[in-house]
């Protein structure tokens, strides 16, 4: 079936007025942008995109980002017109409202077909950037009978003018990422003003300048646009389609002004709008002949999916593609088994090496695990032996070299993790979590399994100095919601970090690891990091002292320990590799490694700040002691600046004996 | 006096061997970079930078950015060779040793001729876009005879490689910043390898599109290099100069590969490379002639500064700049007294608000105040109505629009505070503080007066859901050592806060603001903020309980407190706007406010994540209590939010009558 412009001047608008009245209702809200875009939108649903709203977690559908996500109205109304179970009339009119899966930005937790969390802008493009490396991967490993999509990309001036743009496009462009269509809603307009007050960039020529195809056209008519899309589709590049569009388009006295950009447009001038577009219906209802429009896309997505239904019962790689979709991992008891081996050894490894270890055994059993770095691939340790470079020419890779490119990686790695089929985790600093740190928070918002290769994760990493070494990354990647922050003290505690981590479905992890060598301080693997801390060392004697620690300073509390019980009193030592893990343990648990008991003096160690610690510690008569470093570092060997900075069993003894002499 | 080609191989060679020899004494460290761009350095600051090496902080200097920081010993050699005070030849011998202001990456605090501290790649580059603003601003106000000089960058793949790239050269090329000059290390490697691992891009198209002039030369020809750079330098156009050099260049069997780049080159590798340069001279010694040519340039430097002397001499406005200059306020009675006038009000604003009313008093009596925000004026309240638009038209302006460029936004401000003259701040919402928080992180550690105006603090934001709301992000940025992170909790708060801030000179700050409006809850202007924190309401009676509360959380805390009242239970309330402040304050205040007496209930009610504020609850009986939001926000309006994240006295009231029967 084929829909003439005709009919989809009136889809168009069914959006725009749904987008304009549920603004309204919430009084709060963007109808600049859907209103805009709602005529590219129309032909993009009606002439390319594939899915299946009856089905919306079919594996081979095109992915649609709306990395503009303020305009989340366009994105409810697309869904709520073609069909999709949720969100419903009822949740569109409750837009912006407790409960509503409409919330005021897009969120994949709260609507299937929302294919990721958008807001944070330029996320968005760069989260599809890592859906088509995703998609192009299992293309390769799986062939076109079960992965061969398109990911489409509506993107504002916004998106285009972050940082992140240019990791995004330089990474999508290197890897000639062909399936990967990015609209641009070249409307001029920012939220300060028109676009030339902050920019005079020419868009089309740095896209090119990055290896992408450049199209353009009228964005409010529908045979133009149809033109441009049908060339980007064509394009084997990853292509930029710029959309001449007027903010706000059908608002008569408002569009193409910044004013309509996030506000409701009032009562007055949507009157004055439905006057323009012809719009008689009343609010929230659509005409049926329209819906009816809108509803046959769907079926005839229902037609393509039922077809590769066909193909996949045919195909005998079936059932490791569902695995590998549904995110499941297959049977580790090898992987287990190998582990196991590492007990009997000594090692006196840094745990950036010990992880490169655990990938060379997880890596080859686990064929989803997608690995890379942001240029730190020898010191990061994040390329297992088994891996081929994920390239142009080569897309059965599993390595990717991200380049200089934090934020973009930890978005790419969102963006393959929300797509399915992969296990991404990626490499950079510790220090530079914070170049990516929003990345990071959307992988925890998203509840989906990226994994973070963090290291040189103290002022262990010495010469490099203060603006390489992490002194607050550790404690703020803690203070995110629903991110598990690993961090090991030994071999076998990587180990069973990275173990967690692959279990852990809906919760990303960040593994902060040593560039320095730590001894293997355990022989046993009973998976005691899965409850965050555990006691290593218990006290000879009455328990008079608990020394928590975490990472490289899980040693320096044993020999504490042993000064300390050398003095006849009694010390544990504590492990605690993951404090979220821990806190999530029954009261039971927690009390028995740390008991509340404010006779026991509790000391936390660990090489930096020491704010969160007291939670653990302050229970403590005297309010407990906090050994970190609460200020920047400095560039020296790493010995020396344990040693400056107090991380020595000479200085903390005595700390400890005038605190238990109070 | 110009030096001929054949006296400028030597100096470079001397950059050479001194990075080479220092690199091998630390047995750490970068020797590629500085030996791949010596050659280029030499022509650099032999023909064009303008330096005193005697009066490093002569205000219109040329200012030099070695933007790829890791090559420090490229600038140690520089301020050595050229006859800094310092660092001293001994100094470089301990090259990334404890003490040495020679430290792993430049520091602009341990080193007078380092305009900033650099290593974060991509942020030197930025920080020189916002040194080059300023220049342009002091040059409007102040006119040729004072401020006239260039910003000169050395930048590398990796710089070039970052988000943050995009956004500093899209600002430069719109601000049309003709005086900065970019020198592209264009040497074809990165730590994984060859460039081509990671990027296809077009680098001259990119600048170009950006409004930037492209220039290339092959970097070991000292004629070509001298006649790019001429060209450069002549261009009316921020302009970019494609180096082609080979990293590590004159190490004969490791120059042009990645291994070259972060590793010594081990004796065998020196030995081999003085044969090749013709260095016979002892590691660490410079032959006289050799220093003789580089110290030359230092007196040509001290004509051009003497002269400037002079002309400052004759100039009727030479007072008020040195005043800017030094970084000193004027005499700000006028504004105090503006602020005392608020204290009759009775204001019921938000704190952004207040913030705006505060630049309105504070921008017309500081005109050293450069404001901005990234894309977001109306939402963060950061003009005043005294300034004009900064732009290339108009450079005396004092209100920068920056575009959706945080990160490039806090980078400028950096090179602004840096530059001197002119005390810049700069909004976005505080989510976004993600976005750039390693800028804010360079903020701190490069000890400037830079101010983030941070908006729409909290779930208080209301509709635009969890990816706007900043849960974590107050805490994170307390956890930064160096940086006053300020949450008001009214109209006096906050113009006390904005008053410290501009009084701070080594310490940038944050300010935390609601989008929701505040009741007026003092009427006393004591700065009682500059303490931290203070006893906003005392208990009557016998003191059982104490509310510790930030920004919008202080009101809640005063209806708690009267609810307690009504019951019997003598309750304080602690605003804290400011942790960093109170913790620096002497102990008897702080138990002043905060006693240690476990007896007395401590309580803190912030909407955020609690991790951090048992420093100050844990202390009680039972572990004290903690109101916040250890979880993502959701999509809704302010007051359902609040209510249902328990942010209400109903809520709170049962659970501080609970703790204290137990």
């Known amino acids: 079936m084929t829909l003439a412009p005709a009919r989809l001047a009136p889809m168009a608008n069914a959006i725009r007025a749904l987008s304009m009245d549920a603004v309204q209702a919430a009084n709060s809200g963007h109808p600049g942008m859907p209103m805009g875009m709602a005529d590219v939108a129309t032909v993009l649903y009606a002439k390319h995109l594939k899915f299946d709203p009856k089905n919306p977690q079919w594996a081979d559908r095109d992915r649609f980002v709306l990395s503009a996500g303020h305009g989340s109205m366009l994105m409810y109304s697309l869904l709520y017109l073609t069909g999709y179970e949720s969100p419903t009339i009822e949740d569109i009119r409750n837009f912006r409202q407790m409960g509503s899966p409409c919330a005021g930005h897009p969120e994949n937790f709260l609507l299937e077909g929302v294919e990721c969390t958008t807001g944070p ?3 968005g493009l760069a989260m599809a950037v890592g859906m088509a ?21 509506i993107a504002g001036d916004g998106c285009l003018m972050e940082g992140i743009n240019h990791e995004a496009i330089g990474l999508a462009g290197t890897l000639g990422l062909g399936k990967l269509k990015v609209l641009w809603d070249d409307n001029d307009i920012t939220i300060d003003g028109k676009t030339g007050l902050s920019t005079s960039e020419d868009i089309p020529a740095r896209y090119r300048a990055s290896g992408w195809d450049v199209f353009s056209c009228d964005g409010h008519d529908f045979a133009d ?39 409701p ?24 002949d329209i819906l009816a429009d809108w509803r046959s896309l769907g079926a005839k997505g229902a037609e393509a999916r039922e077809a590769w239904e066909a193909r996949k019962v045919a195909n005998p790689e079936a059932a490791e593609f569902s695995r590998r979709m549904a995110g499941e991992l297959p049977d580790t008891e090898d992987v287990a088994r190998t582990f196991a081996g590492w007990l009997e050894g000594d090692a006196n490894v840094a745990t950036r090496k010990a992880s490169e270890n655990c990938l060379n055994v997880l890596a080859p059993a686990l ?26 020419e080569n897309y059965a890779g599993r390595y990717v070299y991200y380049g200089i490119r934090e934020f973009g990686m930890a978005a790419a790695m969102n963006g393959m993790a929300l797509h399915g089929g992969v296990i991404p985790y990626g490499g950079t600093f510790l220090i530079f979590s914070d170049y990516c740190r929003n990345a990071i928070r959307l992988s925890a918002l998203q509840q989906v399994r990226a994994i973070y290769v963090l290291t040189h994760d103290s002022i262990g990493l010495g010469e490099d100095g203060p603006t390489h070494q992490p002194v607050e990354q550790v404690m703020s990647l803690r203070l995110i919601p629903n991110l598990n922050v690993f961090r090991p003290a030994d071999v076998i505690e990587t180990a069973e970090c990275w173990n967690i981590a692959l279990q852990t479905q809906e919760t990303p992890s960040v593994l902060a690891l040593t560039r320095q060598n730590l001894p293997q301080l355990r022989k046993s693997g ?3 990091s899965a409850r965050g801390a555990y006691t290593l060392r218990a006290a000879e004697g009455d328990r008079k002292v608990i020394l928590i620690a975490s990472g490289s300073e899980v040693e320096l509390a044993c020999t504490v320990r042993d000064e300390l019980q050398a003095q006849g009193i009694g010390a544990d030592v504590v492990s605690m590799p993951c404090m979220e893990l821990f806190d999530a343990q029954e009261e039971a648990y927690k009390h028995e ?9 509790k ?29 920047f570092g400095a560039s020296a060997p790493a010995k020396d600046l344990f040693a400056r900075f107090g991380f020595s069993a000479a200085s903390i003894v005595p700390k400890v004996l005038e605190k238990l002499s109070v």
Chains 1, 2 share one sequence.
């Open 121 to 123: 802008l330029g996320q």
């Open 133 to 153: 490396m995703a998609e192009r991967q299992l293309n390769a490993t799986f062939g076109d009978d079960l992965v061969d999509h398109n990911t489409w990309v």
């Open 367 to 392: 064929p989803e695990m997608i690995g890379g770095s942001a240029d730190l691939t020898g010191s990061n340790n994040t390329k297992a032996k088994c891996q081929e470079p994920f390239t142009a």
């Open 593 to 601: 490694v740390l008991p509340h008991d404010p006779s026991i003096l």
């Open 526 to 528: 009973e998976m005691l």
């Open 225 to 263: 646009i149809e033109r441009a899309l049908a060339e980007a589709a064509a394009s084997d590049k990853p292509s930029l389609v710029a959309c001449k569009t007027v903010i706000g388009k059908g608002a008569p006295n408002k569009q193409g002004g910044s004013g309509v950009h996030g506000s």
């Open 603 to 631: 000391v936390s160690i660990e090489a930096g700040t020491t704010m969160g610690w007291e939670r653990y510690t302050a229970t403590s008569r005297n309010g407990g002691l906090n050994i970190g470093l609460d200020r």
């Open 265 to 288: 447009l009032g009562a007055d001038e949507i009157a004055a709008a439905r006057e323009v577009l012809g719009w008689s219906a009343e609010p929230f209802v659509i005409p049926e």
